[in-house]
């Protein structure tokens, strides 16, 4: 059973362009998380995702960054028109629900940003 | 590669009951450390972090001491509450940021 899968591994964009950032969860995996990693700090949560729904966005920056986790396909984190501060890693996670209950996120490599 | 172990749970633990959750890593360098709390129904938080050896970390009456000569990063807090059950993660940010696989805490009050 392969693990969570981020790709790119390593991202390189200018200052103004786009960011686009996929995430294929476990298999058997409904829900979709993104963590935020800047410099120096620790993880930050940023959006919760089931297949087709925003379950909890309340970590998202307001402006420029949007989620999906469309019925087909990876989750997508997008960062529009990127600026200097969206330099960071930037995980994904997975998990199943169990009985109603949300069982162990199991999290991918992480992408790393980095805006010049 | 860089790696963390954390003790398997569940824990089960009575209110008030003293708390340890143990945690090992192995890495090349000196990576920072950190704990992260999952609450039931809610992504990471951060609880606590260490950047250097012998740095303790604190938070919200979790402590864990950054210990190089043990490879160790044991969480522990005086009385636990029913609040503080959760999934803890112990994590380090070597060349990659590593996870534990996580320890299920349930206080029981």
């Known amino acids: 059973n392969a693990g969570v899968m981020q790709n790119p591994r390593h991202l390189v964009r200018r200052r103004g362009q786009e960011a686009r950032l996929r995430c294929s969860p476990m298999?058997?995996?409904?829900?979709v998380y993104w963590y935020r990693q800047l410099p120096e700090e620790g993880l930050k949560f940023m959006v919760y995702?089931?297949?087709?729904?925003?379950?909890?966005e309340s970590g998202m920056p307001k402006e420029r960054f949007s989620a999906e986790f469309p019925k087909e396909g990876p989750s997508i984190l997008r960062i529009q028109q990127v600026v200097r501060g969206d330099s960071a890693a930037y995980f994904c996670?997975?998990?199943?629900?169990?009985?109603?209950?949300?069982?162990?996120?199991?999290f991918g490599p992480g992408t790393r940003l980095l805006v010049l | 590669g860089n790696s963390v172990t954390q003790m398997e749970g569940p824990v089960t633990l009575s209110e008030e009951a003293f708390l340890t959750i143990n945690c090992t890593y192995t890495?090349?360098?000196?990576?920072?450390l950190f704990w992260y709390v999952q609450y039931p129904g809610e992504g990471l938080q951060l609880l606590l972090k260490?950047?250097?050896?012998?740095d303790k970390g604190s938070n919200k009456g979790f402590e864990a001491t950054y210990r190089k000569e043990t490879t160790s990063f044991h969480l522990e807090k005086g009385s636990v509450q029913v609040s503080d059950s959760a999934v803890y993660f112990c994590?380090?940010?070597?060349?990659?940021?590593?996870f534990g696989p996580g320890t299920r805490l349930s206080v029981l009050p």
């Open positions: 298999k058997g995996h409904s829900h």
């Open positions: 890495a090349t360098g000196y990576p920072s």
């Open positions: 260490a950047t250097k050896a012998d």
């Open positions: 995702l089931q297949k087709e729904n925003i379950i909890d």
């Open positions: 994590a380090l940010d070597g060349q990659n940021f590593v």
């Open positions: 996670a997975s998990s199943r629900v169990s009985g109603g209950l949300q069982e162990t996120q199991y």
